[in-house]
């Protein structure tokens, strides 16, 4: 049974920094297609960033240059350092897992419960 969780979501100040981490379980190989989602209130779930099994990454356009996706394929977590925080990236952000390619679509077949981000100015 695949289990992702999250943790290191928190309060933080316009500027500062955070670090996302989803400890993986029960996923059967490497080879798995891993991504940070994130949920505003009432707004959809969109893709922030992914990571392929041989690393190479994805990052939606309102992130790229602040954010980044690492992998640590040995502990089976999954990582996302976020700098340069801004309100607009307040939210319940989530971890996910596929074994195919979705790009950031919100398509993946793994889910965590979510950690949740909030941004002050």
């Known amino acids: 049974q695949v289990r992702l969780v999250e943790s290191g979501g928190g309060s933080v100040q316009a500027g500062g920094s955070l670090r996302l981490s989803c400890a993986a379980s029960g996923i059967p190989d490497i080879w798995y297609y891993m991504g940070w989602f994130r949920q505003a209130p009432g707004k959809q779930r969109e893709g922030v960033a992914v990571i392929a099994p041989n690393g190479a990454s994805t990052y939606a356009d309102s992130v790229k240059g602040r954010f980044t996706i690492s992998r640590d394929n040995p502990r089976a977590t999954l990582y996302l350092q976020m700098n340069s925080l801004n309100r607009e990236d307040t939210a319940m952000y989530y971890c996910?897992?596929?074994?195919?390619?979705?790009?950031?679509?919100?398509?993946?077949?793994?889910w965590g419960q979510g950690t949740q981000v909030t941004v002050s100015s």
């Open positions: 996910a897992a596929a074994r195919i390619d979705y790009g950031l679509l919100p398509r993946y077949n793994y």
